[in-house]
């Protein structure tokens, strides 16, 4: 097997060559776990080129995220007609500007992708006003049929990105997250208390397991957002060390904020809001466990209702998921809401459905699911 050296880049050199290298970087792909930063990356990159302050010498710079590609993956698009749908500032440039334009296309969340890319399969295209599929537009541009001059950036979670195979790619790239000492930075920018940030920090360090997943950005707001509650309010207990202890407490808070935020001024009691909170929540924990039981890891409008979630009721439960992205992009449809949630409320679900013998077709658990 050939030996493989890390070498540490920075994110806007990603496309230039090493010292050492002779070869042209046109397709990277960028690894990393959930939550990590690669899309902050990907932000980052596209604000420092728009402000003038690097890589200057792409003429033109386009973003598709792959939740939005999901939305058309049964349409017929041209990919210059894909360019002028998506971004709209781009109705102007032409088939021919771009092929004389130094490009780059940046696709984020491959793991978010339901197309089904075929490199092998696909029938060519080197038109970019002949319409086809959006897997075959993304296929040949990424194989260099179609703008063979343009760069192309991929991110992905490491589980997905075996989709597109090693000789389409030139360079790849993994976010691997905070240091120790970038840890305690985030904290003590996050919490402007200097005593209660040194705090948290002290209790980060007491448990391996808190620590080590700190190194995932969104984590750290996650354990940001529990314990800066639980030391500034009257709340009592033992600081939460392990990642079902700190989940169960996120919810509760985000729970909390949920009822001061919508519920107050309604007259309903708390019993019954309470109970309106337990079946929302166990809604959406069936909702995220049977997709994920599909690999599917993002959820849309039709799924929410097909668990029988109302699409504006469980948005007030924004601060329990990961992300709530909703955006209305020109002629795509208007109420498209994609949904991706924290796995634990799975976990919670399952927990319930074990504990009151509720559930029905595991796909063959075995029998022994009491121990899970």
Known sequence: MKTLHDTPIKCHDIFKALPDQQKHIRVVLTNGVAGVGKTFSVQKFTLDWAEGLENQDVSLLILFSFREL????????????????????????????????????????????????????????????????????????????????????????????????????????????????????????????????????????????????????????????????????????????????????????????????????HETSPQELMEADRKLLLKLGRLVFEHLEKGNIMFYQEDLEQCGLDVTEASVYSGVCTEIFKKRVCDLPENSLLLCFVQFLAAVYMFHCYTNKEHKGTGGLPGKEKKI
């Open 70 to 265: 999901n939305l058309i993956k049964d349409e017929q698009y041209s990919l210059l007609m894909l360019l002028h749908v998506f971004h709209p500032t781009l109705q102007k440039v032409t088939a021919e500007q771009l092929a004389v334009c130094k490009l780059l296309f940046i696709f984020d969340g491959l793991d978010e992708s339901r197309l089904s890319l075929d490199f092998y399969n696909s029938e060519v295209l080197s038109d970019v006003t002949q319409k086809s599929s959006v897997n075959v537009l993304l296929t040949n541009l990424i194989k260099g049929n179609l703008l063979p001059s343009a760069l192309v950036w991929i991110t992905s979670r490491p589980a997905a990105a075996n989709q597109i195979p090693p000789e389409c790619v030139d360079r790849v790239t993994e976010v691997r997250g905070f240091t120790d000492a970038q840890k305690e930075e985030y904290f003590r920018r996050r919490v402007s208390d200097e005593d209660l940030s040194s705090r948290i920090i002290s209790h980060i360090k007491t448990s391996r397991t808190l620590h080590i997943m700190c190194q995932i950005p969104v984590f750290c707001w996650i354990t940001a957002t529990v314990l800066d509650h639980m030391l500034t309010t009257d709340q009592r207990g033992e600081l939460p060390k392990t990642l079902t202890d700190l989940y169960s407490h996120f919810l509760l808070v985000q729970t909390k904020r949920k009822k001061q935020k919508y519920d107050e001024g």
